[in-house]
C-alpha cells in the first residue's frame, strides 16, 4: 500500500466512508493530548474527567463494587432518603425528653474525651456545667472535666439529636422535636442562640449564660405553646422554598426563619403570654437569621436515618466534627464511625482574626450537606460568598461538582440556576473514592481557645483517609 493511499484509508476510516453507520465517535480519558490528536482527525471525541482511585483502594473497590447488592441497596437508601418527612411536632426540655442529669451533656461530632476536646467544645462544656449549676464559675469546670468522673459525656448522634458547632446539649436547654408522622421516628435539636459570642461557639460570659437561661425560661414554653397550638410544620416544604429564595440551609437560613416565623407568630401572639415576652421572643427570632438552621439540621438527620443499616449500601448517613476529629457514618456499616483529622476552613474572618485564631472544623451541622443542602446546594444561595468567602462561580461550580459524588437527585429540594435540577443527594463512598473529590461544607469557624466565640466562616471538606477506611470495612462486609 502506498503512503498516499495508507493516508486517505486513514481519512476514510474517519469520515464513515469505510462504515455502513456514522463516524465514530471517541471517548477519551487522561491527558488532553489525546483528545486533541483525535479532534484534528475530524473525529467527534468525548474528554473524561478520569483519574485514578485514592492509592490504596483497588482491591477494596473493585470487591464493593462488584457486590450485587450495592445498585438496589443504594436505591433503596436514596427512596427512604427522599420520601421521608419530616415535621416540627414540639418544643420540649432536653432533661426528659432524652434523659439527661444535671452531669450529662451531649456535644457534637464522634466520640471525644476530655483530653482531646477542642478549645471551643471545652468552653461549651464549661458553660454548659455552669448553667445547670454544676459549678458556680465556668472556670471551676475544668477540673471536674478533667477529672474523668462525676459527668457523661456523649455525641448528640447516639440520642438522635444534633448540635450546631460545640452542639453541647444540656438538661436544662430546650429541644426541637422533628417527626415523621409515618414512622414516629424522632429527632432534637436545641434552639438557636444566634451568631458571635455564643455557647456553641465556645463562649461562655455571664451575658452567655443569661441568654440561655432566658431561652430555657422564656423562649422555650413559649415555642412549645405555639407549635402545639399550630399542629406540624412541614419542614420539608420550607426547606424546599428556602432554596427558591437564595437559602442553602446551612449557613444562610434567611427565608427559612422568616418563613417559621410567619406559621407560628399568630400563635404566639394568641398564646396568652404576656406581651413583652412575645414581644422578645418574636425580636430574638426575627433579629437571628439563623434561627431555622436548627430545624433544618434534625430534619436533615431524621431523614437520613431512615436511611441507615441497609445492607451493601455505601451512602453516607452521618457527617460530623467535634473540633478534633471528623468522623463519616455509613448505612452499610451500622453505627461505626470513620474518623480522621478535622480541618481549618478557608473562608473570611471577622474583625481582628485571622487564621491563626481559628479552631479546625467543628459541629453537626454538616447533617445538612449529607442531605444534599448546605455546601451542596450553594448554587441556590450565591449570596452565600460575601459570608463564607469565594465567588459566585465557586457557589456554581461547588455544586455541580457534588453530583459526581452523590447516588441521585432530591426531587423536592431544585436548584433554580440549575434549571430546577433536584439537589445532589446521597453521597457515595465509592463514587468519592474513585474520583477523590471531597464533599464541600460551608461552616461557621470558632476560635481555638475557650471563650471566645465565632472568628468567622468558611469552605472546608473532610480529610480524605476517613473514605478508605469507611471503603475496607464495607469490603469487609461483602458476603464471599
Partial sequence: MSEDRARDGGQDAMSGSRFTGPAPRIVTAGVGLFAEAVAAQGAEVREVDWRPPMPGTAADLARVMADPRRRPANAEALARIVGTEAHLVDVLPAGATLGLGDRDFLHAGP?????????????????????????????????????????????????????????????????????????????????????????????????????????????????????????????????????????????????????????????LINSGAPSAEVAGAVQFIAGNDHFFLNLAMPACKLTLDAARDIPGSTVVVAMARNGTDFGIQVSGTGDEWFTGPAQLADGLFLGRYGPEDANPDIGDSAITETAGLGGFSMAAAPAIVRFVGGEVADALAASRRMYEITVGEHPMYSIPVLDFRGSPTGIDVTKVVRTEILPQINTGMAGKQAGVGQVGAGLVTPPAEIFPKALAALARRVPA
Wanted: with cysteine; glycine share 10%; proline share 6%.
Fill in 111 to 267: 466520640p471525644i474525651e476530655w483530653a482531646r476536646a477542642s478549645g471551643p467544645l471545652r468552653g461549651a462544656l464549661m458553660g454548659a456545667a455552669a448553667l445547670e449549676g454544676v459549678v458556680t464559675d465556668p472556670e471551676q469546670a475544668e477540673q471536674l472535666f478533667a477529672s474523668g468522673t462525676g459527668y457523661t459525656l456523649d455525641p448528640c448522634h447516639h440520642h438522635s439529636a444534633v448540635g450546631p458547632m460545640a452542639g453541647v446539649v444540656s438538661a436544662s436547654m430546650w429541644l426541637f422535636v422533628v417527626e415523621d408522622p409515618a414512622t414516629g421516628r424522632r429527632t432534637y435539636c436545641s434552639l438557636n442562640e444566634g451568631l458571635g459570642k455564643v455557647l456553641r461557639y465556645g463562649a461562655y460570659s455571664p451575658d452567655v449564660l443569661d441568654r440561655l437561661r432566658w431561652m430555657s425560661r422564656v423562649l422555650g414554653p413559649l415555642l412549645q405553646t405555639a407549635v402545639r397550638r399550630h399542629g406540624p410544620v412541614d419542614l420539608k416544604v420550607i426547606l424546599a422554598q428556602m432554596l427558591q429564595m437564595g437559602d442553602e440551609a446551612h449557613n444562610r437560613n434567611r427565608a427559612g426563619t422568616l418563613m417559621l416565623l410567619r406559621e407560628l407568630l399568630p400563635e
